[in-house]
């Protein structure tokens, strides 16, 4: 099993609607980063969270330490915001072995 | 423009050749990550620098790669005697001392025929 996992895998929304795409995880983090992903393969990263909520422009992103899960949150969608998104985290113990990622979420917005 | 900059973008060689990636990691950043990923894939880790010194090596990582941060400014990323299942994407990411943030590069694209 996975560290991180994400869902779903694949979404297919509509130009407006809200969308949510959650990450769970298994082991212990000092902080989580959602990723963005064009076709292309650059990486950007969009929030790190160690606790609580954060908010930027249309997006919002939520963690929950003690369930251990997250949520990316995207309000009145657009064609733009169409990419793969990444779930990752940083683990805690002073590892240094950086990220672990979950697979992404690959996400269409139709016009 | 993340400011991290990978080189080559993209790289066609044939299985048995080496093949080597530079990247150029944010100016004040003393951490650097190297990170593999295939198609339909999340990143996988392979390797990390804190300045000049290599902490962590993933298993993903065989006697093939090497990598190094001789300065602890770009490192670079040697693959040897390449095989087609080392076709893929190779990532170079940076942070800076507080971890308080991640740069990525664009990638280097790789494909062995």
């Known amino acids: 099993k996975n560290e991180v996992e994400q869902s779903p895998q694949n979404l297919t929304a509509q130009e407006g609607e809200f969308i949510t795409i959650n990450c769970s995880y298994s082991?212990?983090?000092?902080?989580l980063h959602w990723l963005q992903q064009h076709p292309g393969g650059g990486i950007v990263s969009l929030f790190m969270?160690?606790?609580g909520k954060k908010k930027h422009g249309r997006l919002i992103a939520t963690i929950n330490i003690q369930e251990k899960h997250s949520s990316l949150h995207i309000t009145a969608s657009h064609p733009r915001d169409s990419a793969v998104y990444i779930c990752a985290v940083l683990k805690g113990g002073g590892g240094a072995d950086g990220l672990t990622f979950g697979k992404g979420t690959h996400l269409i917005i139709q016009p | 423009d993340t400011g991290v900059s990978q080189d080559p973008r993209h790289k066609i060689t044939k299985r048995g050749q080496n093949v080597t990636f530079r990247c150029d990691p944010i100016s004040e950043h003393n951490r650097l990550y190297w990170y593999r990923q295939t198609l339909g894939q999340g990143p996988e880790f392979l390797t990390y620098?804190?300045?000049?010194?290599?902490?962590?090596k993933s298993r993903l990582l065989s006697d093939r790669f090497s990598a190094e941060r001789p300065k602890g400014s770009f490192s670079t990323l040697e693959i040897q005697r390449t095989e087609q299942g080392d076709s893929a994407m190779y990532l170079c990411?940076?942070?800076?001392?507080?971890?308080?943030?991640?740069?990525f590069g664009e990638g280097s694209w790789l494909t062995v025929v």
């Open positions: 990411a940076s942070s800076p001392r507080l971890l308080n943030t991640i740069y």
């Open positions: 969270l160690s606790s």
């Open positions: 620098f804190q300045n000049e010194a290599q902490l962590e």
């Open positions: 082991v212990g983090i000092s902080a």
